[in-house]
């Protein structure tokens, strides 16, 4: 079939027009630019540029625009008179603004899936390194990015002439600059105080956290200053914006020594009001000294993003690393922090509980993020104060706990810690990732909680900020049994024969009494053949019949206040998935004991729950009572309710327990027979 020469001719034109089409056209022609198009037409400057110049050219989409909240864009802090691919791009380019200040690139992630930042904004990558030539000739490229360049400016209504400031200038004229009314003065005074302008102009590319004059309040916190403070305020020779900060990675400041280290990191939350993300630092000082306390401050960026000659500032609400406000004063401190929501909770159980945090000496608050409430079904659970105030006190451990100590007590075991609430405790694991990389869990009242934000330092203790509310279920027994890394024996031994399948049913209620793996190991050291054959795959008939002994139906599930209320001091006899279950219960008056310990080095009874059950002439203790689950409540012990006549093997007796042991074991049957036979005849 022959194509007509007119549509050869039209798309022949067409080809060529976008070959030799110039950058004014490219972007004119692109709808999605049409903003900034419109801005560079009113620009003279920029359109002569476009016209005769080598250049590259930033531009913002519209949905950046849109974002934008500046009075004014500057169109030349778009531009760069030098035409740059990506991949000829250094840490630095030159604008053509006016004292062209520099534009800071920060490339995240390897090969085809780096990202690459002009101060703040994403380049896109499918829309830019578009190379292109003007009427002259001379080379233009096009870079798209999702974001409005912002530099830093005077204010209209100043007098003084001030283009590209270093970091000292920016606090030395800060009146004068456009920074939405923020004043920094207080924290000026320091830094001239302690003759640390040398660290603000020093030349290169660093990142500033500078605190607004509104953190510094209330006394004594500005007498806390020093020069290692200031220091910690800075991270050297790294030019971070929010956009492209590596979050969650400590990054060493200049107060990084032998004798002191101190280390700051980004993170991000969610406005409990809005979807807008707000980011905070925290400063964690790895090693203190007489002056200035171990742990995290943490300061939420009240202005990001500010671009000096020497690098980037950020405001912040706060000074890092001094630690000068208590527990309760960190929870009171900021009305929309990151646990506000908690506060809010505290206050409607009433302000009596905050008063007896605050009378602790020595507390480790372990607080639900906002986003941990918004995720919790407890609109009728704050209206029970009681039921509140318990959970409430599960949150409390009368004691200062770091990560470090958590880490250290944890060593190839979970050891548990006791809470402000009556016989409930918390339990830690640490887990590491293939690259070593450890995540801290705290597990109370049957919750698994993360500790996102850790040691964050106050003059009493110490907050660690989690991402569920403990004491609330929010799992199944099956889920339970599923994730908690002290059960995976027991979950393990319920998989051949499907007995943990029925566990996830929502409307029954179980109570479950599950040995821990410290429990399969006495029994192993106890009866080791019974256990051997216990774990084998052959005979998960035996495992399912007496995983079901440890199972009691009914209509509630039972606390163990609620067992011993029934069993009071006699036999209870409980109906079992499979037959009944008899049982004695002893609650036993053991001193309670506030420090962390290691079960796995050391048995220490006295901060046990207090809780023991008798089954068959052996008193068993329980580990962990009351782990609340949707459909029941789990009771975790230190021996299988089992004893060595349970499990009998025999060829005929493992036959016939059930067909699916018979069809697995036919053929190993059918071998021995053959041998015997052979045997017999030669």
């Keep these: 079939m022959k194509t007509p020469l007119g549509i050869v001719l039209i798309f022949l034109s067409t080809l060529t027009l976008g070959k030799n089409a110039t950058l004014e056209e490219r972007i004119r022609d692109d709808s999605d630019l049409s903003q900034f198009y419109t801005l560079l037409e009113r620009n003279q400057v920029a359109m002569a540029s476009l016209k005769y110049r080598s250049l590259t050219l930033f531009a913002p989409t519209n949905e950046a625009f849109q974002r934008y909240t500046g009075n004014t864009t500057h169109v030349l802090y778009h531009i760069s008179t030098v035409a740059t691919t990506l991949e000829q791009l250094g840490s630095t380019i030159s604008s053509d603004l006016e004292g062209n200040p520099p534009l800071y690139i920060t490339r995240r992630g390897k090969a085809s899936q780096e990202k690459i930042f002009i101060n703040n904004a994403l380049v896109l990558r499918s829309r830019s390194n578009i190379q292109l030539q003007n009427s002259d000739g001379r080379k233009q490229v096009l870079h798209v990015i999702d974001d409005v360049l912002q530099p830093l400016t005077v204010l209209p209504s100043s007098s003084i002439e001030l283009f590209s400031p270093d970091a000292f200038q920016f606090l030395t004229y800060s009146e004068s600059l456009d920074i939405n009314s923020h004043r920094m003065r207080s924290y000026r005074e320091k830094v001239i105080m302690n003759k640390k302008e040398i660290v603000f102009q020093a030349v290169g590319s660093h990142t500033y956290f500078i605190p607004i004059d509104e953190g510094f309040k209330p006394p004594p916190r500005a007498d806390l200053f020093d020069k290692k403070v200031i220091d910690g305020h800075i991270i050297p020779n790294r030019v971070l914006f929010t956009a492209a900060a590596p979050f969650g990675d400590p990054l060493p400041t200049l107060a990084f020594e032998d004798n002191l280290k101190v280390q700051i990191t980004f993170s991000q939350t969610s406005d409990s009001k809005s979807s807008k993300k707000i980011v905070s630092v925290t400063s964690n000082t790895v090693i203190g000294d007489d002056k200035h306390t171990p742990g995290n401050v943490l300061a939420e960026i009240v202005q990001a993003n500010i671009p000096v000659k020497n690098g980037v500032v950020h405001l912040i609400s706060r000074p890092l690393m001094i630690v000068d406000n208590t527990v309760k004063e960190f929870l009171e401190d900021k009305d929309d922090g990151p646990l506000k929501k908690f506060y809010e909770v505290i206050m409607k159980v009433g302000s009596d509980f905050m008063q007896s945090i605050n009378g602790m000496k020595n507390v480790t608050l372990f607080a639900p993020s906002n986003e941990a409430w918004a995720t919790s079904n407890l609109d009728n659970l704050i209206k029970d104060t009681e039921k509140m105030r318990d959970i409430l006190n599960l949150h409390i451990v009368k004691d200062r706990l770091t990560i470090d100590k958590i880490k250290k007590n944890n060593v190839n075991a979970i050891s548990q810690v006791a809470t402000n609430a009556d016989k409930k405790f918390l339990y830690f694991n640490v887990i590491a990732d293939q690259d070593n990389n450890e995540t801290v869990t705290v597990e109370g009242g049957g919750v698994n909680a993360t500790l996102i934000q850790a040691d964050i330092a106050a003059t009493n203790g110490y907050v660690h900020i989690i991402d569920r509310v403990l004491g609330i279920p929010y799992t199944t027994v099956f889920g339970k049994l599923e994730t908690d890394p002290m059960l995976n024996k027991t979950y393990h031994l319920g998989i051949p024969g499907h007995f943990n399948d029925q566990l996830d049913n929502v409307k029954r209620r179980y109570t479950f009494f599950v040995p821990r793996d410290k429990a399969w190991g006495a029994l192993d050291r106890t009866w080791p053949s019974t256990y051997k054959k216990l774990f084998m795959p052959h005979y998960s008939y035996h495992a399912t019949s007496i995983l079901e002994r440890h199972v009691i139906l009914a209509d509630n599930a039972y606390t163990m206040a609620d067992l011993k209320a029934i069993a009071n001091d006699s036999v209870v006899v409980l109906p079992a998935m499979r037959g009944v279950l008899k049982l004695k219960i002893r609650e036993e008056n053991r001193q309670e004991d506030n420090h962390m310990y290691n079960p796995h080095h050391q048995e220490q009874p006295n901060i046990n729950s207090g809780y023991s059950i008798q089954f068959n002439n052996r008193w068993i203790n329980v580990f962990r009572p ?57």
């Excluded at 089992?642 to 049957?669: C, G, N, R, W, Y």
């Design 626 to 682: 009351d782990v609340e689950c949707t459909n029941g409540v789990i009771h975790v012990i230190d021996f299988p309710l089992l004893q060595e006549s349970d499990v009998k093997f025999s060829p005929i007796t493992a036959l016939s327990s059930s067909s699916t042991v018979l069809k697995s074991s036919l053929a190993h049957i059918f071998l021995v027979v053959i041998l015997n036979i052979l045997f017999l005849k030669y």
